[in-house]
């Protein structure tokens, strides 16, 4: 971890709070205080009370006065076993918005500092107590969305990602160490490493980037989800298939054809994987301006969709339009060609390409589900369960660092002088390092722990 830098803020033995649970009307609202004086401020609010250390203990919250206010919990965590690793309280009142706020007014009256969004996990970061990876988790962790996201980030939080990481770079560090030996004491009859001892260790190191990198695609759909469009000729069904997926009545479904005149969208939960489904106005050539406005909003749907079905009627003969639909389809995004109405006599062509439903009965709903995920992001299913990086940074730093290993590993085949070799396997050690924190600036966890809200 990099040095305490008491220049930043929160880092320069002040103590802070802020409320930890959100605004609003609750059974109960948690405020938290952090600092060398956590324990101080407490007992200004709560006068009289005794605090044992990660013990509730029934109190009075009284104002400068001494009158009451509400009968609430104190708990204490003494650093560094703490959250933040510093004197945390953490004080459980009703979750009145005026018993929170005065709770907070009243300990900046005693010497407490308004947290900053993020600043209680960014001293636990700065204190030891987590990584980077560790503190990214935690904010995608309370953004999540889908019970799916939570595990995903929780097993991040309890540090099973940092573990891969950690193992890649102590195996390229031993590396470098051999390697500087060799260079540095050569006249003392340092072995230098012959090319493939070095290759032999370049490659646990290069399987788990590489691994890492292949799953950051899961990673992207877990964390942002998919958006996907429902496309096809009027008439076809598509809001109705649009409804089972949502698993609700969201769109009008009617007989007459034209009834979808602009795109809805609702998102849905495909095994924990959030998906914005769209559901868009039939294509067909018309002079109704506003059915014409919803036909040009289709394709545009279909331009910003991760992924799109193209939905035909089974139960009537082929459009002229539908190849072209299909065509237009798979040249913006990853698509399926799904043929809807499974429940009626069929009179479409069979096609192997096609996957055959009925939005009606629910028949095949489950195996077009499957089938989404896995044409968006192919061997989803089997990555899913893995350790992933969810970060565009994460992704972009680990992309830096394959590149910097494949330039070591040719290097090392056309046995380069082993001072150019170290050169690329610095540049693979300085990313790696950023993922973790080990060499974070300041800037770079602004950014970071901007994007958490205030009170953790």
């Known amino acids: 971890m990099p040095p305490l830098d008491p220049n930043v803020a929160g880092l320069a033995g002040d103590t802070i709070v802020a409320p930890s649970t959100p605004a609003g009307r609750s059974a109960v609202g948690i ?27 029934l109190g009075a919250l009284v104002d400068a006065e001494g009158a009451l206010v509400d009968r609430v919990l104190t708990t204490r965590f003494p650093g560094p076993r703490s959250y933040t690793g510093e004197d945390v309280v953490e004080i459980s009142c009703h979750g009145s918005p005026p018993v929170v706020r005065f709770a907070v007014e009243r300990a900046l009256e005693l010497g407490a500092r308004l947290a900053e969004p993020g600043e209680f996990t960014r001293r636990a970061f700065r ?45 390229l560090l031993e590396l470098i160490a051999l390697l500087e030996a060799g260079i540095d004491f050569a006249e003392d009859d340092v072995e230098v490493a012959p090319a493939a001892e070095i290759l032999a260790r370049l490659g646990p190191i290069r399987r788990t980037v590489g691994s890492l990198v292949k799953g950051s695609a899961v990673g992207r759909v877990v964390r942002g989800g998919l958006r996907l469009a429902i496309i096809g000729c009027p008439n076809v069904g598509k809001s109705s298939l649009f409804n089972r997926l949502l698993e609700r009545n969201r769109a009008i479904v009617n007989a007459a054809a034209g009834t979808t005149r602009d795109a809805i969208s609702e998102t849905a939960s495909f095994d924990g994987i959030p ?24 394709w545009q749907a279909l331009q910003e969709a991760d992924c799109a079905i193209v939905v035909v009627d089974l139960s009537e003969d082929p459009a002229v339009s539908d190849e072209e639909l299909w065509k237009r389809a798979g040249e913006a995004c990853p698509a399926l060609l799904v043929g809807n109405k499974s429940d009626l006599p069929e009179r479409y062509p069979a096609r192997a390409d096609m996957l055959r439903v009925s939005a009606k009965t629910g028949d095949g709903i489950d195996v077009l589900r499957a089938s989404i995920r896995e044409r968006a992001v192919p061997g989803m299913d089997a990555l899913r369960e893995g350790a992933f990086v969810t970060s565009i940074r994460q992704e972009r730093l680990l992309r830096e660092v394959r590149t910097a290993l494949d330039g070591a590993e040719g290097a090392a085949r056309t046995e380069v002088p082993h001072e150019m070799l170290l050169l690329d396997l610095y540049e693979a050690l300085r990313p790696l390092d950023e993922i973790t924190g080990g060499t974070a600036v300041d800037d770079i966890l602004n950014r970071i722990f901007s994007t958490f809200c205030i009170g953790k």
């Not at 938290?32 to 009370?49: D, K, N, Q, T, Y």
């Open 127 to 171: 204190n030891g107590r987590i990584d980077l990876v560790q503190a990214e988790a935690v904010r995608d962790l309370i953004e999540a969305s889908t019970l799916y996201q939570a595990r995903v980030a929780a097993r991040q939080t309890s540090g099973e990602l940092s573990e891969r990481l950690g193992g890649a770079k102590a195996r």
């Open 275 to 298: 998906v914005e489904l769209v559901d868009t106005a039939g294509i067909r050539a018309t002079r109704d301006l506003i059915e014409s406005e919803g036909v040009k909003r289709t």
């Open 31 to 57: 405020v938290r205080l952090s600092g060398p004086r956590a324990e101080e401020i407490a007992r200004g609010l709560v006068p009289g009370s005794r605090f044992p250390v990660r013990a509730a203990t």
